[in-house]
């Protein structure tokens, strides 16, 4: 066949679907149990959106985004992620004037032209929450253990939380300056990448994957050795708080992220599973204070979090996949089809889910087929019930079978499927 999903991205089956369903439902009731709101926002973005907050000199922006010219003229980029999108529009909608404290969720597809790998693609879908206008640490703290929770629940029991503190503005200056120092002997050794990176924004350097910058990145100086008295107050607080909640985590302080939106709290979800294989991050997020202000928006304070849900999947231990079929309707002649179609109506109606073959054909050929859907049910209708008003239950579980007055099958049908 010649035509096939674009590489790197792919078909959820229906086979597949109801994990997905699983999942998505219990992030958002997580979310809404701390009073996150869903929002949904467009997946298409001006492309200097991406540029101004993700950074410049970052992978994303670099190397991996999809960005097209629209027939207007018009640079545009499928989102890579969602925190911009975030600030976008809670800049756009004046969101600021009718909350103090903004908590948004949001669950979507993200695009990032990065090389395929397992647990790694080019369309995947992350669910996210956004907190605007609280500046911690004690919120920070808050959505790590509501996320570690939130990821214990579904059955994924070995995480590894990584938390570590950018500094804020004044601390970054310092220790980008001291970054330099480290660096400058090495600046030949480094990637071509790394070498430009080192003059335009050199935290990126600690961020790189080619072998030799990482290795020269191991040994440079720590971020954490350089926090002045408020960013070490407030990585202070965020870890008596995530001591208290009794969240477990580890400070890395070589963790970086590669976005360039990053202030103070930094953190990572990673997952020990093998089914992960080496793309084990399974959440990332942190503060991002300067962005709201530097995309012309007030001076917000701002922290986040997203989940990589294809990841999540796949550590998740598999459960066997549930019918989607409570009551398969047979008709036993060709002359009750569009009985069995109204009954089959009367059944949804009730709130049943019920197939049937329309089509017909024998009544062994449609027990099959209600067998091979896993219906729990069969209702079979042939002349005889229908002028009895009456239709034959079969519990294909149990093997039994009734005859029941046709007003009480969907009383009896729910009664069996508890
Ligand atoms: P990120 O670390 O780039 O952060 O992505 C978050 C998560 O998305 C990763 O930990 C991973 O699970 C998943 N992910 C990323 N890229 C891929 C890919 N190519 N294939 C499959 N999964 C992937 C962000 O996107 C930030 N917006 C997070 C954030 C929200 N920070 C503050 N608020």
């Not at 999108?85 to 809670?90: E, G, P, Q, T």
């Not at 990065?114 to 907190?131: D, L, N």
């Not at 440079?220 to 995530?242: C, K, M, N, T, Y």
């Not at 579980?397 to 499927?417: G, N, S, V, W």
Request: hydrophobic share 40%; with cysteine.
């Amino acid at each position: 066949m010649s035509l096939r999903a674009v590489k790197g991205m792919k078909d959820i089956l229906p086979d597949e679907i109801s994990k997905w369903h699983r999942l998505e439902s219990a992030f958002r009731s997580r979310a809404e149990r701390y009073g996150f709101r869903e929002a949904r926002f467009p997946i298409v973005e001006p492309t200097a959106l991406f540029v101004r907050s993700i950074g410049e000199n970052t992978d994303i922006v670099e190397k991996e985004m999809y960005t097209f010219t629209d027939r207007g003229d018009k640079s545009l980029t499928l989102r890579p992620e969602g925190t911009a999108s975030a600030v976008r529009a809670y800049i756009q909608h004046n969101v600021q004037a009718q909350e103090p404290v903004t908590k948004w969720y949001y669950i979507g597809p993200m695009y990032r032209r990065e090389r395929p790998a397992k647990g790694r693609y080019r369309q995947f879908y992350q669910a996210g929450i956004e907190v605007f206008g609280d500046p911690g640490p004690y919120v920070d703290a808050e959505i790590i253990d509501m996320v570690v929770g939130f990821i214990s629940s579904l059955g994924i029991s070995e995480v590894e939380v990584l938390v570590n503190s950018l500094g804020g503005t004044a601390t970054r200056a310092k220790y980008t300056e001291a970054l330099l120092a480290y660096l400058e002997p090495f600046r030949s050794e480094l990637c071509s990448d790394c070498q430009r990176r080192m003059d335009a924004n050199p935290l990126r350097v600690l961020d790189c994957k080619v072998p030799r910058c990482a290795a020269i990145a191991a040994d440079a100086p720590s971020i954490l050795g350089h926090l002045d008295d408020e960013d070490r107050a407030h990585f202070d607080g965020l870890q008596e708080s995530l001591t208290r909640l009794g969240t477990p985590y580890r400070v890395e302080g070589s963790l970086v992220r590669g976005l360039d939106y990053y202030s103070r709290t930094l953190f990572e979800v990673l997952g020990k599973g093998e089914q992960l294989g080496a793309q084990n991050a399974l959440l990332g997020g942190g503060r991002y204070d300067q962005m709201v202000g530097s995309l012309g928006g007030p001076d917000t304070p701002a922290i986040g979090f997203a989940m990589g849900l294809e990841r999540l999947l796949m550590a998740m231990p598999s459960e066997p996949e549930a019918t989607h079929v409570d009551v398969f309707i047979v008709a036993a002649q060709p002359s009750v089809r569009a009985e069995a179609a109204l009954l089959g109506r009367q059944l949804r109606d009730a709130g049943l889910r019920v197939e049937s073959d329309l089509r017909g054909g024998s009544l062994k050929s449609q027990l099959r087929r209600a067998d091979k859907m896993s219906a729990r049910i069969a209702m079979i209708l042939g002349e005889a019930e229908v002028d009895d008003g009456v239709v034959q239950l079969k519990d294909l579980q149990k093997k039994t079978q009734d005859e029941i007055p046709r007003t009480e099958a969907a009383a009896r049908a729910k009664t069996i499927l508890g």
